[in-house]
Each structure stands twice: as structure tokens, then as C-alpha cells.
């Protein structure tokens, strides 16, 4: 299996330490997953490696770093609206699929030291299954991150560095680490395996629900969830089992809108946010290295960029809450979205939206 670059094509073994291709281009999977079956999904196994048939696996050391991650269940908040519950995961965020698929290839290449750069959420998760699987872990955050994702990060015996400034800064901070010493970045945008484990989220709901809701809405800063979804959606089509694709609305923070600015005038590339502070902190993404690839997916399959109104999301937070449901804000962020879309076109029939990160982890 290998890994082919987004910008000049260049093909290498997905074990390379590269975290991206020489002339700055990201990487793909050269994959391709057998035609979806569900006799296929192994249903011994309680977790997203149940669906291990369509997952690029380097190896069986999923066995030893998985934790149950997955298999979060499908609720109703009312007659409109679906929430699939991905925080009642290991590090309570929905980015445990991602870092257990992505843990577990490092185990596999050999890989004994990592760094990454998260905003919170995935630093933990990769944190924790670098705990898990014996791997050294360094993770840089951005000054404001939550000191409750802080702890948690420390916890599992990773090193946090504080990066003053931005997201953006943050990222460039780590980069430079990698740049400088070779190490292995761990990156829940740079590396494609990370999407191996986030495509799972749709073959989950797919198996509980035997169909696919009518509209998706997706938080989407860096894309992780997106981008996995997106590519088990078109897996489910080219199987032949849904026969099109649902109306997707990708998620973006009103203070941080590159790609709904960049969608609006069909702009091929993420425009230039004017990146303000936001309570969506996961989502404050001003410079998304996918955004290309996010939007292309964006014009391809007609989807719509819907912005959370600031001023609503504390609101949203607490009418989740008053029904049971204490999310974190960025999560809170996307049902702001929904309210928002309904009010601009109308109400909608059945919505799904995923429940990304507990609500304990982001008391400031």
C-alpha cells in the first residue's frame, strides 16, 4: 500500500516517516475498500475495527491499541433531529476514531516517538493511544485551549507545549519541530490513516439505522469528520447500497469561515478568514490544509456551508443540556447551526448531528 502525493503524484510506502511529500503536497491513500457487504463487518468485535474489511490496516496491532472506541449510539433529540452520541468514547470526543486507526499504524511502522498539534480534542485522543500503545507523545496547543483537555492531555503521560497565538501558530510551532528533528507527526490533518478510523462514524450509522438520514450536518474545521465521512458515503454508493448521496451541511464557526467564504463565491481554495476569538474552538480553523480537497467535495456533490452564530451558541448548549445532553461548545456550535439553517430555509426532517466532545471538557 502506498501513499500517493495530492500535488505531484508521487508515490511512496505508506510506512515512510514523511509527513508530507517534497514539494509540499499532501498525501492519499492508495486504497481502494472491497465492495461493501455487511456480511463483512465483523460483529464479535465491539468497536470501528468491526469494519476493519474496509479500513486500510497496515497489520493486527489494532488489537492492542483499540479501546472500544465506536459504536456510540443514534437518539432522538425530537421528530427532526438525530444525534449520534461520539462522545461516549474513551477520551469523550469522536476523534478516538481517527487516533485509534492512525495509533495503530504507527505501532505497526515502528514508530516510537510522535508529535501533534490539536486545539484540544485530538491531542488527547492521539495522547491517550500513544499511552496505550507505548508510543513517546508531544503535543502542542494553543494558548486559550481548555485547561480541562490540558490535564487530560497530561494525563496520559504526553508532553504539552503552550504555543502563544493562534491555532494557525500553533500548527506552525509543531511543524517546525517536525521539520527540525525528523520525528514522526502524528497529524490528524496530514495523515490519511487518521480517516480511516472517521469514515467509520458513517458505516456505524448506515448498520443502526439500515439507511442514511436525509441531511448530515458536520463540523468541519480541518475536516476530519468530514473527509471521512465524505469517503464512506461514496464507498456506500459505489457499493450500491444507498443510491445518493444526503444533503450534507459542513459546519463552520461565524468568527472562522474560510471555506462557508470561500463556498458563497465559488472560490476553489479556502479564503482568507479574518479568524476572531471563538467559543467553536475546534472548528477555528483559519487556514485548513484539506480546504481544497473539502471544497472540492463541497461543489461535486452540491453540499451547503452553513456558519454558527456566535451569540447563539451558549444558548444551543443549554437547550441540549435542559434535554440531557451536555456537549462542549464547538458541539454546541453545530446544533446553533442547524437552528440557524432551519431559520434561513424552513424547517427540515430528519437531521443528523454528531455529539463530538463532552461538555466537561470545555469549562473555561
Not at 42 to 62: K, N, S, V
Not at 149 to 156: A, P
Not at 178 to 201: C, L, M, W
Not at 288 to 293: F, L, V
Amino acid at each position: 500500500m502506498d501513499f500517493i502525493c495530492t500535488k505531484c503524484g508521487r508515490r511512496v510506502p505508506t510506512a515512510t516517516r514523511a509527513a508530507s511529500c517534497e514539494c509540499g503536497g499532501l498525501w492519499k491513500l492508495d486504497y481502494e475498500p472491497p465492495k461493501y457487504d455487511p456480511d463483512k463487518i465483523e460483529r464479535d468485535t465491539w468497536g470501528i475495527f468491526r469494519y476493519r474489511a474496509f479500513m486500510a490496516l497496515t497489520g493486527e496491532e489494532w488489537r492492542s491499541v483499540t479501546m472500544g472506541e465506536g459504536m456510540t449510539p443514534v437518539i432522538p433529540l425530537d421528530d427532526d433531529v438525530l444525534l449520534k452520541m461520539d462522545y461516549y468514547m474513551p477520551t469523550l470526543s469522536f476523534k478516538d476514531r481517527g487516533a485509534a486507526a492512525l495509533i495503530a499504524h504507527c505501532k505497526a511502522a515502528g514508530v516510537d516517538s510522535v508529535v501533534q498539534d490539536s486545539s484540544g480534542n485530538a491531542g488527547n485522543s492521539v495522547a491517550a493511544y500513544c499511552g496505550r500503545a507505548g508510543i513517546r507523545c508531544e503535543i502542542f496547543v494553543p494558548e486559550g485551549t481548555s485547561p480541562k483537555k490540558i490535564t487530560m492531555i497530561r494525563s496520559h503521560g504526553a508532553t504539552v507545549n503552550i504555543v502563544p497565538g493562534n491555532r494557525e501558530a500553533c500548527a506552525n510551532a509543531c511543524r517546525k519541530k517536525v521539520r527540525d528533528t525528523g520525528i514522526f507527526y502524528a497529524s490528524h490533518v496530514y495523515n490519511p490513516f487518521f480517516y480511516e478510523g472517521t469514515k467509520t462514524y458513517i458505516y456505524e450509522i448506515f448498520e443502526q439505522l439500515h439507511r442514511i438520514p436525509a441531511y448530515l450536518f458536520i463540523p468541519t474545521g480541518n475536516g476530519t469528520l468530514f473527509l471521512g465521512a465524505v469517503k464512506a458515503l461514496e464507498h456506500l454508493l459505489a457499493s450500491g447500497v444507498i443510491d445518493k448521496m444526503p444533503h450534507i451541511v459542513a459546519v463552520q464557526s461565524e468568527h472562522c469561515d474560510p471555506l462557508y467564504a470561500a463556498a458563497q463565491s465559488g472560490e476553489k481554495a479556502p479564503a482568507k478568514a479574518d479568524s476572531r476569538p471563538t467559543l467553536a474552538e475546534g472548528i477555528a480553523i483559519a487556514e485548513p490544509m484539506r480546504g481544497e480537497e473539502i471544497l472540492s467535495y463541497i461543489y461535486r456533490y452540491g453540499m451547503e456551508v452553513q456558519t454558527a452564530p456566535e451569540a447563539e451558541i451558549l444558548p444551543a448548549r443549554a437547550a441540549l443540556a435542559e434535554r440531557g445532553i451536555f456537549c462542549e461548545h464547538t458541539t454546541a456550535a453545530t446544533y446553533a447551526a442547524y437552528l440557524a439553517y432551519c431559520k434561513k430555509h424552513g424547517k427540515i426532517r430528519d437531521a443528523l448531528l454528531p455529539m463530538c466532545g463532552a461538555g466537561l471538557k470545555s469549562e473555561h
